[in-house]
């Protein structure tokens, strides 16, 4: 009788989870059913999403579209051992954006509908830490690392180039207000903060008279001008920022149709946060005044977006970004609290 009523509530998703007493601790605890679907998952699924999964965790998707690919084999074969009835206990180690890596415990544990039928198994990922305060405390050490350098970095850069400093400080706001419209998380939007701090880092190696010179630039000096990316992504590679914070200052001069530098990638190609990170930069540059223009006007500005949308810029990301700008946020006041004090 026990057993059906607790067959009958993993129908209904998590309340088989907390029967069995997973609901608390830092664990991920999945129940994946014969057909291999995701029949119910526990709310820490969504702490380690970006690690252990590469999709939507969510009931009725497909285990092995989701499982990180890194350790999708090793995971499949446990959980084939498990559905014939064996329990099975593994390690799996994973890499962090950050260069680290993070193991796992993983228990696999087949759920009996009477002492022959197995109608699934529950699958439990235990960090290395299991206590979930010290591992807060570690991720916010991480965070606090990841500002620091880039404080240091930036504030640096600032001595040589005032303007393009508060250039990449107005980008990096815009772009995290976007990022947070689109849905992003926590650890998307930090990449997202930093790529746009650091786009142009890459400039510490272009004269400064090329950088400020009153009239247009010579072929030559457009060409010196466009290693800025390369030259920003060799400084920042070996750091300990995550490693799309490098994609950001490399690709930021990409362009959807593949008309853009160092490499002409083009579409899918190209990830959302550089998408995003691209139009801030261009939006801010048009709204700067420089030595040999004048500062463009908001029309201007909705013109360019509006003639690019789909071709050079990202429709999703222009149609944000005309949102902003239809609210009248002004971008010159956009600072940082990182840089306020
Ligand atoms: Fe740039
Ligand atoms: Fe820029």
């Given at each position: 009788m026990e057993q059906s009523k607790s067959i009958s509530k993993c129908d209904k998703g998590s309340f088989i989870i907390q029967d069995h007493g997973f609901c608390y601790g830092p664990q991920v605890v999945i129940l994946v059913g014969k057909?291999?679907?995701?029949?119910a998952v526990n709310s820490n699924v969504r702490k380690y999403n970006q690690l252990l999964f590469s999709g939507n965790v969510k009931e009725g998707a497909f285990i092995q579209d989701i499982i990180a690919r890194e350790c999708r084999d090793t995971f499949l074969e446990k959980l084939g051992k498990a559905l014939k009835g064996q329990d099975i206990h593994s390690s799996i180690r994973l890499k962090m954006e950050n260069g680290y890596q993070r193991w796992f415990d993983v228990y696999y544990k087949p759920v009996m509908l009477d002492e022959k039928t197995i109608i699934g198994v529950y699958v439990t990922f235990w960090p290395l830490y299991q206590n979930l305060q010290r591992l807060c405390e570690q991720e916010k050490y991480t965070e606090d690392s990841y500002y620091d350098l880039a404080r240091a970095i930036i504030r640096t850069y600032e001595c040589r180039d005032p303007n393009t400093a508060v250039h990449q400080k107005r980008v990096a706001a815009m772009a995290k207000i976007i990022g947070r419209r689109m849905g992003f998380d926590k650890d998307r939007l930090i990449s997202l903060y930093l790529g746009g701090l650091l786009h142009d880092i890459g400039k510490l190696k272009v004269p400064t008279d090329i950088l400020a010179k009153p009239s247009s630039l010579t072929p030559l000096e457009f060409e010196l001008i466009k290693e800025h990316p390369v030259i920003g992504y060799n400084v920042i590679k070996d750091t300990m920022l995550p490693k799309l914070v490098g994609e950001i200052v490399y690709c930021h001069h990409e362009r959807l149709d593949g008309?853009?530098?160092?490499?002409?990638v083009s579409g899918d190609n190209i990830c959302q946060e550089v998408k995003i990170v691209t139009v801030c930069d261009v939006v801010d540059a048009m709204f700067s005044f420089r030595p040999y223009r004048p500062a463009r006007t908001k029309d201007e500005v909705m013109e360019e977006l509006n003639e690019g949308r789909?071709?050079?810029?990202?429709t999703q990301v222009v149609d944000a970004m005309l949102e902003l700008l239809t609210e009248n946020v002004s971008f010159h006041d956009l600072r940082e609290t990182l840089f306020s004090s």
């Amino acid at each position: 009788m026990e057993q059906s009523k607790s067959i009958s509530k993993c129908d209904k998703g998590s309340f088989i989870i907390q029967d069995h007493g997973f609901c608390y601790g830092p664990q991920v605890v999945i129940l994946v059913g014969k057909d291999h679907k995701v029949k119910a998952v526990n709310s820490n699924v969504r702490k380690y999403n970006q690690l252990l999964f590469s999709g939507n965790v969510k009931e009725g998707a497909f285990i092995q579209d989701i499982i990180a690919r890194e350790c999708r084999d090793t995971f499949l074969e446990k959980l084939g051992k498990a559905l014939k009835g064996q329990d099975i206990h593994s390690s799996i180690r994973l890499k962090m954006e950050n260069g680290y890596q993070r193991w796992f415990d993983v228990y696999y544990k087949p759920v009996m509908l009477d002492e022959k039928t197995i109608i699934g198994v529950y699958v439990t990922f235990w960090p290395l830490y299991q206590n979930l305060q010290r591992l807060c405390e570690q991720e916010k050490y991480t965070e606090d690392s990841y500002y620091d350098l880039a404080r240091a970095i930036i504030r640096t850069y600032e001595c040589r180039d005032p303007n393009t400093a508060v250039h990449q400080k107005r980008v990096a706001a815009m772009a995290k207000i976007i990022g947070r419209r689109m849905g992003f998380d926590k650890d998307r939007l930090i990449s997202l903060y930093l790529g746009g701090l650091l786009h142009d880092i890459g400039k510490l190696k272009v004269p400064t008279d090329i950088l400020a010179k009153p009239s247009s630039l010579t072929p030559l000096e457009f060409e010196l001008i466009k290693e800025h990316p390369v030259i920003g992504y060799n400084v920042i590679k070996d750091t300990m920022l995550p490693k799309l914070v490098g994609e950001i200052v490399y690709c930021h001069h990409e362009r959807l149709d593949g008309s853009g530098y160092p490499d002409g990638v083009s579409g899918d190609n190209i990830c959302q946060e550089v998408k995003i990170v691209t139009v801030c930069d261009v939006v801010d540059a048009m709204f700067s005044f420089r030595p040999y223009r004048p500062a463009r006007t908001k029309d201007e500005v909705m013109e360019e977006l509006n003639e690019g949308r789909d071709i050079k810029y990202d429709t999703q990301v222009v149609d944000a970004m005309l949102e902003l700008l239809t609210e009248n946020v002004s971008f010159h006041d956009l600072r940082e609290t990182l840089f306020s004090s």
